[in-house]
């Protein structure tokens, strides 16, 4: 596993100490990085800003061919980088497969955008003025400061390099400290493509360092942020000096709303994969069950058998069908928001501790609850840990309402066998992306991000390479 940092081209020591890397599955430490401080972001920054003038005045085509490049080495290592993901983020294998095959498929579609991009240039804008002319440019924001999270280590970074490159900006990537060993790997990638020195840099470190040193940093132009609405906040605050641009995907209280007319065990399927995939360390999770009444016991039945049967166990585990919580704070936050359920006056069903062979490592059991008063921590507040909370409704109007009613609107999911339905309830959904009878597929041409708190702005598609791009109108009188 790498363990420095990586800037200016170049493989260095960092100056914020050592940082433990740890084998969730087990709580024991495998592994130690080095940490940035922030001379070390000043650095980084620096060349990445050196780096802007060049790598900015270079063609789409020219950018493309380093992000085809880093593509085709993610697809080439995708075995030991699932393997890596696998032992470092503790999900099953299979899910970390998934997660390297999404990272090559984003460098690979941003690389198709960036070629578009010359043609696209220059664009003429037509004028209602007879004596005038113009057209559109579209340029990079500057150096970027991308900060990503531990759930999907190299999947986000990939959600924000591969675009922020194809505009034409310079990055500083500063993965989470937990599994930054995979993310750093994009350094590695990134020099054997032959990527420019200073156009890609990485800086591993905490938050209240390393974070916060490059949100501050004056030559830093735009901010991409995905983790916790506590620290979006804070981001934003800092961005508002020197005007930084921002983009933040935060939070999730994501409903999936089940009707009669479903099939309950393919309904019972996408409520298993739609909040235990990564052990519901997602900000999509649909966490909110709303059930309408007729099927609330069957389906109810349903889920605590599937539940119960999910296997437990490290993430290198063939046998493993949900790994353990990443982090040892993320486990006692789940713990700790399943005991408050209970002391709330929520119903538990099944799960609520750690497994009895799993006392070792960071496991918490699949967990759902009933009766969940709905003004309660546990069903308005994020958990980001395997709890599912079940909710019978009445009818469609109900439904919408009960999803609705949330601070935040990222997915939402609408099982029925009613197509009509099925689009009139994903239209009145207010959230970013709603899925209709089919698990959470997340595909990089199309937009990723949420309504009110869940964040600002939207990755992945054209609108993920918009995020990194100024525009800029020219206009000039019409010579005769």
């Not at 983020?89 to 578009?116: C, H, I, M, Q, W």
């Not at 990055?171 to 930054?180: R, Y």
């Not at 309660?376 to 009960?402: K, M, N, Q, T």
């Amino acid at each position: 596993m790498r363990d420095q940092l990586f800037i200016d081209g170049r493989w260095a020591a960092g100056n914020g100490g050592a940082l433990p890397v740890s084998d969730p599955s087990t709580g024991q430490v495998i592994h130690h990085i080095a940490a940035g401080s922030p001379d070390d972001v000043d650095a980084a920054v620096k060349a990445a800003a050196a780096a802007f003038p060049t790598w900015s005045s270079t063609t789409g085509e020219h950018r493309a061919t380093f992000l085809d490049a880093i593509a085709e080495g993610l697809q080439a290592r995708a075995d030991d980088l699932a393997r890596l993901s696998a032992g470092i983020n503790g999900k099953p294998l299979a899910e970390a497969e998934v997660d390297l095959a999404d990272s090559a498929a984003t460098f690979a579609y941003y690389a198709t955008l960036a070629r578009a991009l010359d043609a696209r240039q220059d664009a003429p804008v037509p004028l209602a003025h007879p004596g005038f002319q113009a057209h559109l440019r579209r340029e990079p924001v500057g150096v970027a400061a991308l900060i990503t999270p531990w759930n999907f280590p190299l999947v986000t970074s990939a959600w924000k390099v591969a675009p922020a490159l194809a505009a034409g900006c310079t990055v500083v990537l500063k993965p989470s400290e937990f599994t930054a060993p995979l993310d750093l790997e994009l350094g590695a990638l990134a020099e054997a493509a032959g990527l420019p020195p200073g156009v890609l840099n990485i800086v591993p470190g905490g938050g209240e360092t390393v974070g916060a040193a490059l949100c501050a940093h004056p030559k830093i132009a735009k901010i991409s942020f995905t983790g916790s609405n506590a620290v979006g906040e804070r981001i934003m605050a800092a961005a508002a000096t020197g005007t930084k641009r921002v983009s933040l995907e935060l939070g999730g209280k994501s409903a999936i709303l089940v009707f009669a007319d479903s099939d309950l065990d393919h309904a019972a399927d996408l409520v298993v994969s739609g909040l235990f995939t990564n052990a519901g360390q997602m900000c999509s999770a649909t966490g909110r069950l709303l059930v309408e009444e007729s099927v609330y016991q069957p389906l109810l039945d349903r889920l605590v058998t599937s539940a119960r049967g999910l296997r437990l166990g490290p993430g290198l585990d063939p046998e493993t069908t949900m790994g353990p919580m990443t982090t040892e704070a993320q486990h006692r936050k789940v713990l700790s928001a399943i005991r408050r359920g209970v002391a709330d006056g929520a119903t538990l069903v099944t799960g609520g501790g750690v497994p009895a062979d799993k006392a070792e490592g960071w496991f918490v059991e699949p967990t759902v609850f009933t009766d969940v008063p709905l003004d309660s921590a546990l069903w308005r507040e994020e958990i980001f840990g395997p709890v599912l909370c079940v909710h019978p409704f009445r009818d469609e109007a109900e439904a919408v309402r009960l999803a609705n009613d949330s601070e935040f609107g990222l997915v939402a999911t609408v099982v029925t066998g009613d197509d009509a339905r099925a689009e009139r309830v994903a239209a009145a959904l207010e959230v970013g992306v709603a899925w209709i009878d089919c698990p959470q597929m997340v595909f990089v041409e199309a937009s990723w991000g949420g309504y009110r708190r869940s964040g600002i702005g939207r990755e992945l598609g054209p609108w993920g390479l918009e995020a990194f791009q100024e525009i800029k109108h020219v206009v000039r009188p019409k010579r005769a």
